[in-house]
């Protein structure tokens, strides 16, 4: 993959896919990890020496047409903030740094339109792909463009694409998987490829229901879909995989329901599993200490309930405690540590959850194999 060292960028105009798809409510950013995640690779164009910079970002999912409350405005100006740097904004503004309005406004985007790609190749001398987090979709942005112009990957990208190869052909052992979430058959790919690399995989979440009933275990009323189940019986068997021992149950989905600690995994009828108990946090705790390589992705439990946050905050601090190497990717995995204020003490935070999951599972992404 070709990075910035391969690329002249000195008196050019840089087109610079960025990952800027923050949440974003009533015009306000909730989270700006993103926007600070590209400044490195911004910093480092600009010192280079190119002439102009032009970012390209998606944010949500518009529908093909401009949406207000997927624009990009908010962003721009946060950014000018962050770089302390005049950031001219929309397709027709002009200037050293300009943000493009949404490029999923435009519907050729998500279908890969040569068109589109020819459209955006035109603004620019050479192409900077440094959004990991769309770098597994084929879209005009990310794999059409590369076609056209001189590549390169981002700081970003080159870190990511790195980390996740890295860790998953030659870790340090003992290497521990932690997955949680929802649903098994989202993450069966991984499951499986980490049975293989893996020395130990940890199940939390959700997910650990259909584990459990394809064992003969009662779920209550826990997330549990057929098809999970017997997507978690054909992965049974392996010792590797490793399921919670106890659970703090909840009658409903809600922070002011009732709570009860189970010891043991059989849920009664009328309560739901929301997170692993604290006997499985200890011993999950147990293992991260002891691992030389460690890859969380997927909560515990109901972190965002506060009586179910226990497990995944005390998965957090153990990763975050570890002297391993430790990778977190995942939406739901990086919002954790951020909200338990874990950060900055894990080796690498993860910016893709779909695009970290399909390299884990060794997926070529089409934005990175566009960049060889």
Known sequence: MKTLDDLDVAGRRVLVRVDFNVPLQDGRIGDDTRIR?????????????????????????????????????????????????EVAFGDDATGEMVLLENVRFQPGETKNDPELARALAARADVFVNDAFGAAHRAHASTEGVARLLPHAAGRLLQREVETMEGIMSDPRRPFVAVVGGAKVTDKIGVLRRFLEVADSVLIGGAMAFPFLRAQGHEVGRSLCADEDVEAARGLLGDDKLKLPVDLVLGRAFAADTEVSELDGVDVPDGWMGLDVGPRTAALYGEAIAAAGTVCWNGPMGAFELAPF???????????????ATTVVGGGDSVA????????????????????????IEGKALPGVEALK
């Open 37 to 85: 995640a590209a400044l490195p690779t911004l910093r480092e164009l600009r010192s280079k020496g190119a002439a102009q910079l032009v970012l390209v970002s998606h944010l949500g999912r518009p529908k093909g047409a401009p949406d207000p409350r997927y624009s990009l405005a908010p962003v721009a100006a946060r950014l000018g903030e962050l770089l302390d740097a």
């Open 336 to 359: 954790a540590v951020v909200q338990f204020g874990l950060a900055d003490r894990v080796d690498h935070v993860s910016t893709g959850g779909g695009a970290s999951l399909e390299l």
């Open 309 to 323: 946050a226990a497990g995944t905050k005390a998965v957090a601090e153990a990763v975050a405690a570890s002297g």
